[in-house]
């Protein structure tokens, strides 16, 4: 049976700690809490790492996080040779808050790039120092410096970042609120997570289920890096932090 863990990241994506309580250890060791800050794995954004802290003061290091048998369910993967928990336990988290950081500025980054470039998504893979997007761009005008620009303006522009909720109907009467060519947004729940960009979702909306900044201002200087033909009509767009180097 699966378990279903509070994500208190959806609300808070800020939270570096919190405490919880051990509902269930899987048969390859991995711990499922009754609710959790660490994000786990999904939508090209890689999970947290961590610790776990025992009411002794000992502490488990956390390698990796990841769904279970649902999204709901979420695992927190131990590096290897850590002591073991008991259900019941209480624990304190405490994310690696330095990392989380980067993805969050990161991924926000990959929203503006959809923006500056609004075709259709054909994957993405998020990470701390070098992130693509994937798009289905019969056009191939596109330049690493024009992109950039258009990104840098919205980074100045300090534009506030935040979520909101709408229903599986809403999400089906606007079919171009999701980007992706391939990957559909779940639907059932009754509640659709909109990442929104911009006054009044002003700049972007479109659903998403990772953690990101509270303003484009956060997201700090970014390029792109390379742009990569994969195929007839698929390019990828890589981003950096950082300024554009100077050719």
Known sequence: MAHKTEALFRDDAYLRTADATVVAINERG????????????????????GTLECA?????EIAATITGETKDEIIHVPAPEQAALAVG????LAILW????LLMRMHAACHLLTVVCPFPITGAAVSEDDSRVDFDIPDASFTKEDVTAGMMDLVRADHPIFT??????????NPGLVKSKNVRPPVGTGNIRLVCI??????????????HVKSTGEIGEIH???????????????????????N
């Open 198 to 211: 911009g006054e009044s979702a002003s700049v972007d909306s479109q659903p998403c289920g990772g953690t």
């Open 164 to 173: 909101r909720l709408i229903s599986d109907e809403e999400l089906a009467a």
């Open 98 to 101: 330095e990392r989380r950081h």
């Open 89 to 92: 336990e209480r624990v304190k």
């Open 30 to 49: 991995g711990i499922i809490l009754d609710r959790t800050i660490f994000y786990a794995t999904s939508g090209g954004q890689p999970g947290d790492s």
């Open 224 to 246: 792109i890096g390379k742009i990569e033909k994969k195929g007839r009509e698929n390019r990828r767009f890589r981003i950096r932090f950082g300024p554009m180097p100077a």
């Open 56 to 60: 002794d003061g000992s502490r488990i």
